[in-house]
């Protein structure tokens, strides 16, 4: 499987920006998907997941409330929609999927797959 990232960019502080990533597996359905971030100095973190079975979300207390992970399943892909962004949301932020079936979680190790990554910059 590969995810192909797009979006990203610099904006202002209170903005809003919409990640996306495309994924070449036909049965992207059936896996769970995540996004993570990297700030400078820092270790990669958790922000968004989505199950695959329900569309159950789960979202880093951090971002709760400015953030929305989505996907759609007919174009084999996946979203993340930020709002009010700060410039702590400062990041490489990376997509992620789990092999299929698999089961989401807030620990890196739950996902095989990640897109290249891309910078987001917010700007005070």
């Known amino acids: 499987v590969q995810l192909v990232q797009s979006g990203g960019g610099l904006v202002q502080a209170g903005d809003s920006l919409r990640l996306s990533c495309a994924a070449s597996e036909l049965r992207f359905a059936m896996y769970a998907v995540a996004w993570f971030r990297q700030a400078p100095g820092k270790e990669r973190e958790f922000v968004a997941s989505?199950?695959?079975?329900?569309?159950?979300?789960d979202y880093a207390d951090s971002l709760k409330g400015r953030t929305t992970i989505s996907r759609d399943g007919a174009k084999n892909a996946f979203y993340l929609q930020m709002s009010s962004l700060k410039p702590e949301d400062t990041a490489v932020y990376y997509c992620?999927?789990?092999?299929?079936?698999?089961?989401?979680?807030?620990?890196?190790?739950?996902?095989?797959?990640w897109g290249q990554g891309t910078q987001v910059t917010v700007s005070s």
């Open positions: 992620a999927a789990s092999t299929p079936y698999g089961v989401v979680g807030r620990s890196m190790t739950k996902y095989d797959y």
């Open positions: 989505i199950t695959w079975r329900n569309g159950v979300r």
